[in-house]
């Protein structure tokens, strides 16, 4: 059975900085590519990176880009996102996704069907 789960959120202060962890079983972590995005209330899913399967390669959203890093420790089927600089506006419940992708293309990271499995999400309250 795969389960994935996020920790770290919390209260942050604008500005300050936050790391979340995404950690899965049951499953080859390393066959997967790690995506990241973000729901605020009333608002749609935004996808804002995503990491390729040994971490060569990196992707950001603009909202977040120079801000956040993505990274992964395979080896303990964990990946990261390092939240600096953060602003009241980052505020939301941030996702884990994992997708099994034969070819990756920059347009599909951003899309939540594209994704095979979820955790469940945490809560992060950026305090202006």
């Known amino acids: 059975q795969v389960q994935v789960v996020e920790s770290g959120g919390g209260l942050v202060q604008a500005g300050g900085s936050l790391r979340l962890s995404c950690t899965a079983s049951g499953l080859r972590f390393d066959d997967y590519y790690v995506g990241w995005f973000r729901q605020a209330p009333g608002k749609e899913r935004e996808g804002i990176c995503v990491?390729?399967?040994?971490?060569?390669?990196?992707f950001y959203a603009d909202s977040v880009d120079g801000r956040f890093t993505v990274s992964r420790d395979n080896a303990k089927n964990t990946a990261y996102l390092q939240m600096n600089n953060v602003r009241y506006e980052d505020s939301a419940t941030y996702y884990c996704a994992l997708a099994h992708w034969e070819k990756f293309d920059s347009g599909k990271y951003k899309i939540p069907d594209k994704y095979n499995y979820w955790g469940q999400g945490t809560l992060v309250a950026a305090l202006s």
């Open positions: 990491i390729t399967y040994g971490g060569a390669a990196t």
